[in-house]
Structure formats: C-alpha cells, structure tokens
Nanobody, 124 residues
Framework: QVQLVESGGGLVQAGGSLRLACAAS????????MGWFRQAPGKEREFVAG????????GYADSVKGRFTISRDNAKNTAYLQMNSLKPEDTAVYYC?????????????????WGQGTQVTVSS
C-alpha cells in the first residue's frame, strides 16, 4: 500500500507557474505508474498528465500539453507536476494517483491510490 500527499498548490496570477509535488510513502514507489488529475467545482475529475513507473514515457491532456510537465524522482519517492503559463481555467483541486502497473491510465477509475488533493487557483 502507498500513501500520497500533494503539496505546492496556491494562488497565482494568469501566466504564472506552480510546481506540485506528490510524496509517496513506502519503498515501492518505483513500482507504480503515476497520474495527475484535477477537478473543478461542478465538473468531473479529469486526467491532466501521466508517467510510467520508469519515467520513460509521459502523456498529457490536450488542454495542458506544452504548458505542464510531469516528472518523477524514484530515489525521493516523489512525482512532480510543473505548471507554466497558467490560465484561469486551470483552477481546480489537483490530485495525484498511483496504479500498480507499469503504464499510466487516462481514466480516473484505473488508479489504486489517491492523495487528498491540493487547491490551485489562477486569477485573471
């Protein structure tokens, strides 16, 4: 089992940047593919980015491609989401998730563990 704790959210102006971190407990972090999702009020949870357990492959939602970068440091048991050129429509609670396979999924139901979420608010 793994526990996930997100950090790094906050309030930022449009065009700004934030870096989210997802710290995982346990010694088997490298066994999990990781994903970042977000959920805005009144909307469904949506896929943002994913990374394979080795870090060799990544994927992004079209809405964030070219602006966000997912990465991981298996030695530090941490996944990251670097968010640049933020827009007001990026405002949401951001969640990291882990699944016990090598590849990430774009479907939120495909994950086994979730963090508690961190709020990101982008002002115009």
């Amino acid at each position: 089992q793994v526990q996930l704790v997100e950090s790094g959210g906050g309030l930022v102006q449009a065009g700004g940047s934030l870096r989210l971190a997802c710290a995982a407990s346990g010694r088997t972090f490298s066994s999990y593919a990781m994903g970042w999702f977000r959920q805005a009020p009144g909307k469904e949870r949506e896929f943002v980015a994913g990374i394979t357990r080795s870090g060799g492959n990544t994927g992004y939602a079209d809405s964030v491609k070219g602006r966000f970068t997912i990465s991981r440091d298996n030695a530090k048991n941490t996944a990251y989401l670097q968010m640049n050129s933020l827009k007001p429509e990026d405002t949401a609670v951001y969640y990291c998730a882990a699944r016990t396979t090598g590849w990430y999924s774009t479907y939120h139901g495909g994950y086994d563990y979730w963090g508690q979420g961190t709020q990101v608010t982008v002002s115009s």
